[in-house]
């Protein structure tokens, strides 16, 4: 079984053509400014969408955990210390006011949803893409098993990954992948670990070694002003990046506020930061920067132009 957050079909920007994109939970980051804060932890959390609250009283007396404080007037408070993710609040909520994170799928589950866009997938030269969360860090043999029925299936198969994996997790991903989508978010060792608590040595070396491999590389840099904006560290990526690897595509991602509601909704406002939105004068000269160094495959946007079929 799969721990998936979210199953997107006919997505544009998660490889090349349309593509079903599966997210998984579990992610070694802890980036600040992710828009799926649900999918870090490899475990499901609970979601409270007070708006949707209609005071029916149902998930009162569920709890077992002391981790809902019940108003009948405002509705429960979630002591999140203390929940354990049980699923008993939510099961009874008639109105999704109360939400499990995650779903468990079967591979049989998934492989009927991915199958319905097969036409799409045809008319596109799309696929499927595995992404988070961090799809490599789940248990790889169970991945596997996966990626192989996709494959049997004939379906193009794309790997959205951080790089922060084992190499083991990334070699088997490449027996059955046809292209991989990388992040790549600094290139400083100190601030890369000081705000994703992450390490960037194995994500550097993963990206090398990948590189060097027979598939097909797509690099997708976030730009976050206050963490990688400045020109000085847009032109070391671009500098490490030319003298490191040779992708096919270079997406430069603008910043963006979307889903950050996510973190009050999930009890981790403790982690919840706010970021300078750029301008598209601010990404216009994030994308110089590239260009100037060479890198001429270099974009704003993650969409990615399926190449003409034979």
Avoid at 44 to 68: H, M, S
Avoid at 208 to 231: A, C, M, Y
Wanted: proline share 6%; hydrophobic share 35%; with cysteine.
């Amino acid at each position: 079984m799969y721990y998936l957050f979210d199953i997107q079909r006919l997505s544009m920007e998660n490889g090349p053509g349309l593509r079903t994109t599966l997210f998984f939970t579990g992610c070694p980051l802890s980036c600040p400014w992710c828009h799926n804060p649900e999918g870090q932890p490899d475990k499901p959390v609970l979601f409270y969408f007070r708006e949707r609250c209609i005071q029916c009283g149902n998930c009162e007396y569920v709890c077992e955990d002391e981790a809902l404080d019940y108003d009948p007037e405002t509705g429960p408070e979630i002591n999140y210390n203390n929940c354990t993710a049980c699923g008993k609040c939510a099961d009874v909520c008639p109105t999704d006011s109360l939400l499990m994170s995650v779903k468990l799928y079967s591979v049989n589950e998934i492989m009927e949803i991915i199958l319905r866009d097969r036409p799409y997938f045809d008319r596109s030269q799309g696929g499927v893409t595995l992404s988070g969360g961090e799809p490599l860090a789940q248990d790889i043999d169970l991945l596997e098993v996966l990626m192989k029925e996709i494959k049997r299936e004939k379906i193009d198969l794309s790997i959205d990954t951080s790089g922060a994996v084992p190499r083991r997790n990334l070699a088997t991903a490449l027996k059955y992948a046809n292209s991989f989508l990388y992040d790549l978010k600094h290139v400083d060792p100190v601030k890369h670990k000081e705000v994703t608590k992450f390490d960037n040595e194995q994500i550097l070396d993963n990206l090398i070694w990948l590189s060097k491999q027979e598939t097909t590389l797509h690099v997708r840099v976030p730009v976050i002003p206050g963490f990688n904006g400045d020109e000085e560290e847009l032109e070391a990526i671009a500098d490490w990046i030319a003298a490191n690897t040779a992708p096919e595509t270079i997406a430069l991602l603008p910043y963006h506020r979307h889903g950050s509601d996510k973190y009050d909704r999930l009890g981790m406002d403790d982690q919840k930061v706010l970021f300078n939105v750029p301008s598209d004068d601010f990404m216009d000269k994030a994308l110089k920067v590239f260009l100037d160094k060479g890198l001429n495959q270099a974009r704003i946007g993650g969409a990615i132009l399926a190449s003409k079929a034979e």
